[in-house]
């Protein structure tokens, strides 16, 4: 069975990953309702893209900025202690949102605050998860892992849309938003089970906190294969993958069907992500990522092209179903 599940299989020989993972299933599938739940709300409230637009930067903006400082921080204090902390944070911050919703008193200008919060708590948890990994397991198992997890977060997206769509339908917005913040609070009791040396804190590099960030930045510029990496990183983080947080104003103005619509469309993406990350996983090896990362690249900017000027859903499911695969293949492969 371990040889027809490919690299699949040898990564579910570790009892850390086996847990990590359903801790990380759980929260995965919560995120895709977190992430429908907000970008239909902030539809209803204004029906402006440009709002769309603004609640999708203010999750996004902290984590450019802030993820290197989390990355010094998790060196210093411990990936495994941050991303529990950070995590946790994440569903507290989420608890504040959910009064207000039951309330009635949130408007778009709040949700941009709560999105802002957000966002916060996941620049220090995408650091820390990120560095965790070849702590709790084996060198050689680190392709399998990084594809199957990646595989099993935009997996998620075949789920979760689902199940949010369903929630917002049914009982409203606000449980959506309760399915998340228990997903989160899930997610930091299982990591409290791992098993992770002391040693993954490290002492810096004597320069203090700031010389610890400069020296970051220096090694990066410094070396090319990363450099390259990260400009290629921030094409896709930029150009493509924003697409997702558009999908409620494509699903109810250009489809014209609503929230139903925009579960669909979702879950064409996370289904084309699933099969990228699963095939990139069950593939387990390190040889021909670059190759594989330029084509997803190319093949995820040129999808997004003609999902743009579609309006038949088949078209417009089928682009996204690439999208979602170039996008979990590239980052991946990354």
């Given at each position: 069975?371990?040889?027809?599940?490919?690299?699949?299989?040898?990564?579910?020989?570790?009892?850390?990953?086996?847990?990590?993972?359903?801790?990380?299933?759980?929260?995965?599938?919560?995120?895709?309702?977190?992430?429908?739940?907000?970008?239909?709300?902030?539809?209803?409230?204004?029906?402006?893209?440009?709002?769309?637009?603004?609640?999708?930067?203010?999750?996004?903006?902290?984590?450019?900025?802030?993820?290197?400082?989390?990355?010094?921080?998790?060196?210093?204090?411990?990936?495994?202690?941050?991303?529990?902390?950070?995590?946790?944070?994440?569903?507290?911050?989420?608890?504040?949102?959910?009064?207000?919703?039951?309330?009635?008193?949130?408007?778009?200008?709040?949700?941009?605050?709560?999105?802002?919060?957000?966002?916060?708590?996941?620049?220090?948890?995408?650091?820390?998860?990120?560095?965790?990994?070849?702590?709790?397991?084996?060198?050689?198992?680190?392709?399998?892992?990084?594809?199957?997890?990646?595989?099993?977060?935009?997996?998620?997206?075949?789920?979760?849309?689902?199940?949010?769509?369903?929630?917002?339908?049914t009982l409203g917005v606000a449980w959506a938003l309760v399915y998340y913040a228990a997903g989160a609070f899930i997610a930091a009791g299982a990591l409290c089970f791992l098993n992770v040396p002391r040693a993954s804190r490290r002492a810096g590099t004597g320069g203090g906190f700031l010389g610890d960030?400069?020296?970051?930045?220096?090694?990066?510029?410094?070396?090319?294969?990363?450099?390259?990496?990260?400009?290629?990183?921030?094409?896709?983080?930029?150009?493509?993958?924003?697409?997702?947080?558009?999908?409620?104003g494509v699903a109810d103005r250009v489809l014209a069907m609503g929230p139903n619509g925009l579960s669909i469309l979702a879950s064409a993406f996370g289904a084309g992500a699933m099969v990228g990350g699963l095939w990139i996983a069950w593939r387990g090896r390190t040889e021909g990522l670059i190759r594989?990362?330029?084509?997803?690249?190319?093949?995820?900017?040129?999808?997004?092209?003609?999902?743009?000027?579609?309006?038949?859903?088949?078209?417009?499911?089928?682009?996204?179903?690439?999208?979602?695969?170039?996008?979990?293949?590239?980052?991946?492969?990354?």
């Amino acid at each position: 069975l371990t040889g027809l599940l490919g690299g699949i299989g040898v990564a579910f020989q570790s009892r850390n990953f086996k847990i990590f993972w359903w801790g990380q299933l759980n929260f995965s599938i919560s995120a895709w309702v977190y992430r429908l739940a907000i970008a239909w709300l902030a539809w209803d409230l204004t029906h402006s893209t440009a709002w769309l637009g603004v609640v999708s930067a203010a999750t996004v903006l902290p984590v450019l900025v802030l993820c290197p400082i989390g990355g010094v921080t998790a060196d210093r204090h411990g990936h495994l202690r941050q991303l529990i902390l950070a995590s946790a944070t994440n569903g507290l911050t989420t608890v504040a949102l959910i009064v207000m919703a039951f309330a009635g008193t949130l408007s778009i200008e709040w949700m941009t605050f709560w999105a802002f919060l957000n966002g916060v708590t996941r620049s220090f948890t995408i650091s820390s998860r990120q560095a965790l990994m070849p702590q709790i397991v084996e060198p050689r198992l680190l392709s399998a892992v990084l594809g199957f997890q990646s595989a099993t977060f935009y997996g998620a997206n075949f789920v979760g849309p689902a199940i949010g769509g369903f929630l917002i339908a049914t009982l409203g917005v606000a449980w959506a938003l309760v399915y998340y913040a228990a997903g989160a609070f899930i997610a930091a009791g299982a990591l409290c089970f791992l098993n992770v040396p002391r040693a993954s804190r490290r002492a810096g590099t004597g320069g203090g906190f700031l010389g610890d960030l400069i020296e970051g930045f220096s090694y990066t510029l410094r070396h090319p294969g990363i450099r390259l990496m990260n400009l290629l990183t921030a094409v896709v983080a930029l150009c493509i993958q924003p697409a997702v947080d558009m999908l409620a104003g494509v699903a109810d103005r250009v489809l014209a069907m609503g929230p139903n619509g925009l579960s669909i469309l979702a879950s064409a993406f996370g289904a084309g992500a699933m099969v990228g990350g699963l095939w990139i996983a069950w593939r387990g090896r390190t040889e021909g990522l670059i190759r594989i990362l330029l084509f997803g690249v190319a093949g995820g900017l040129i999808a997004l092209g003609i999902f743009a000027l579609s309006t038949w859903l088949p078209l417009s499911m089928a682009m996204l179903f690439v999208l979602g695969s170039s996008v979990v293949v590239s980052s991946t492969a990354t």
